[in-house]
């Protein structure tokens, strides 16, 4: 294992002016991320797990955030608004040696800060961290169809499309919504 690859924290300005701290996430973190997390799962539409599902990994949010600090090839960054949590990026980096160049990106971020610059802020400063670890590749990520905002942030950074499951996502009683994997080689 190499040592691990850190970001160093650094402040930005949202596009309404609000100063943001970006930083990766420290154990002491888990409570408020976990909250975080819930709200975004509450705010949004195009969120895969819905925010009862999510209750039971609320106690788990230390040994969540501690798998990140432990492995080489993910990282867990936090976005942080007057010193509360609004938006966060993580990379889980592949396992297994064959898929251990892969990392797959999940965001957040809360409804209050949408539209403001700071998915591209984690986003860039996930791929600029990613395009410095010697393990990954490639990072890639699933997007619910419909989700036309994310969609065009990932492409401007240049995700493309690479699949489509069709009908993979179940959004009501019989209807249901595709997922579209895209992905950056680095």
Same mark, same amino acid.
């Given at each position: 294992?190499?040592?691990?690859?850190?970001?160093?924290? &650094?402040?930005?300005?949202?596009?309404?002016?609000? =100063?943001?701290?970006? $930083?990766?996430?420290?154990?002491?973190?888990?409570? =408020? !991320? *976990?909250?975080?997390?819930? #709200?975004?799962?509450?705010?949004?539409?195009?969120? @895969?797990?819905?925010?009862?599902?999510?209750?039971?990994? *609320?106690?788990?949010? $230390? =040994?969540?955030?501690?798998?990140?600090?432990? =492995?080489?090839?993910?990282?867990?960054?936090?976005?942080? @608004?007057?010193?509360?949590?609004?938006?966060?990026?993580?990379?889980?980096?592949?396992?297994?040696?064959?898929? $251990?160049?892969?990392?797959?990106?999940?965001?957040?971020?809360?409804?209050?800060?949408?539209?403001? %610059? !700071?998915?591209?802020?984690?986003?860039?400063?996930?791929?600029?961290?990613? #395009?410095?670890?010697?393990?990954?590749?490639?990072?890639?990520?699933?997007? @619910?169809? %419909?989700?036309?905002?994310?969609?065009? !942030?990932?492409?401007?950074?240049?995700? @493309?499309?690479?699949? $489509?499951? #069709?009908? &993979?996502?179940?959004?009501?009683?019989?209807?249901?919504?595709?997922?579209?994997? *895209?992905?950056?080689? !680095?």
């Amino acid at each position: 294992m190499l040592a691990t690859l850190k970001i160093e924290p &650094f402040t930005a300005r949202l596009k309404d002016g609000t =100063e943001v701290t970006i $930083r990766e996430a420290t154990l002491q973190d888990a409570s =408020e !991320l *976990m909250q975080s997390i819930r #709200k975004y799962l509450s705010e949004s539409e195009y969120q @895969v797990m819905e925010q009862d599902e999510f209750s039971h990994l *609320m106690s788990k949010g $230390r =040994e969540w955030i501690n798998a990140f600090i432990e =492995e080489d090839n993910s990282l867990l960054l936090i976005a942080e @608004v007057d010193g509360k949590i609004v938006g966060n990026l993580d990379i889980t980096g592949g396992s297994r040696k064959r898929l $251990r160049h892969n990392g797959l990106i999940g965001i957040g971020v809360l409804k209050q800060c949408h539209s403001q %610059g !700071l998915g591209s802020m984690l986003l860039q400063a996930g791929i600029d961290w990613a #395009k410095d670890n010697p393990y990954l590749e490639r990072l890639w990520m699933q997007i @619910v169809d %419909g989700n036309k905002e994310a969609i065009g !942030l990932y492409k401007k950074l240049g995700f @493309v499309e690479e699949g $489509r499951q #069709k009908n &993979f996502i179940k959004t009501g009683e019989g209807t249901y919504a595709d997922n579209i994997i *895209m992905a950056l080689v !680095l």
